[in-house]
T-cell receptor, first 113, second 117 residues
């Protein structure tokens, strides 16, 4: 069965510290992988996506993610977190590029001053 | 700016009434839109795929008679929660695929907070 797991429900980091949010997926074929960010009461904004090619993907707001097929992972990273990065982060896997997405449980990021 | 508009952003209704939520693609034509439901502090669950000019495709476990989806035009899909009950209270989000561009990006609306009293 297709699934996405985000092991960390809640993460707190200090402003300026580095960040890594974990994402593991279970998928039968080559996955289309996404990271979205959601501010309270808002919709989702795409941070980055991986379809094929270079396994290190650069996104907006200084985020990057690395696709590791051997580990079935697509972890999100940022070298230096800003207070405005506090939000809910969702990893998602798609069937090709159909638009149907399976989302992970989400990780709440809190940033300490 | 937003390319997918969702209306209303929040709505409170009484138990037993019906509520309609609109999802519009603002500057592109979307033959396919998607409706998700998000419970508090939880992930998004795909409810259905809305296809312009044809019936929606519902995910397993979603009551199609309760959650009516209409995609009458290439820029508008509506979700109607019929005979709403408190357990239908949730955050509903739509998304639409933009056919322009090589990878047909998916755009999400800002969601609708439904509270049934």
């Amino acid at each position: 069965a297709q699934s996405v797991t985000q092991p960390d429900i809640h993460i707190t980091v200090s402003e300026g510290a580095s960040l890594e949010l974990r994402c593991n997926y279970s998928y039968g074929a080559t996955p289309y992988l996404f990271w979205y960010v959601q501010s309270p009461g808002q919709g989702l904004q795409l941070l980055l996506k991986y379809f094929s090619g270079d396994t290190l993907v650069q996104g907006i707001k200084g985020f990057e993610a690395e696709f590791k097929r051997s580990q079935s992972s697509f972890n999100l990273r940022k070298p230096s977190v800003h207070w405005s990065d506090a939000a809910e982060y969702f990893c998602a896997v798609g069937s090709g590029n159909t638009g149907k997405l399976i989302f992970g449980q989400g990780t709440t990021l809190q940033v300490k001053p | 700016g937003a390319v997918v508009s969702q209306h209303p952003s929040w709505v409170i209704c009484k138990s037993g009434t019906s509520v309609k939520i609109e999802c519009r693609s603002l500057d592109f034509q979307a033959t396919t839109m998607f409706w998700y439901r998000q419970f508090p502090k939880q992930s998004l669950m795909l409810m259905a795929t809305s296809n312009e000019g044809s019936k929606a495709t519902y995910e397993q476990g979603v009551e199609k008679d309760k959650f009516l989806i209409n995609h009458a035009s290439l820029t508008l899909s509506t979700l109607t929660v019929t005979s709403a009950h408190p357990e239908d209270s949730s955050f509903y989000i739509c998304s639409a695929r933009d056919p322009r561009g090589f990878d047909s990006p998916l755009h999400f609306g800002n969601g609708t907070r439904l509270t049934v009293t």
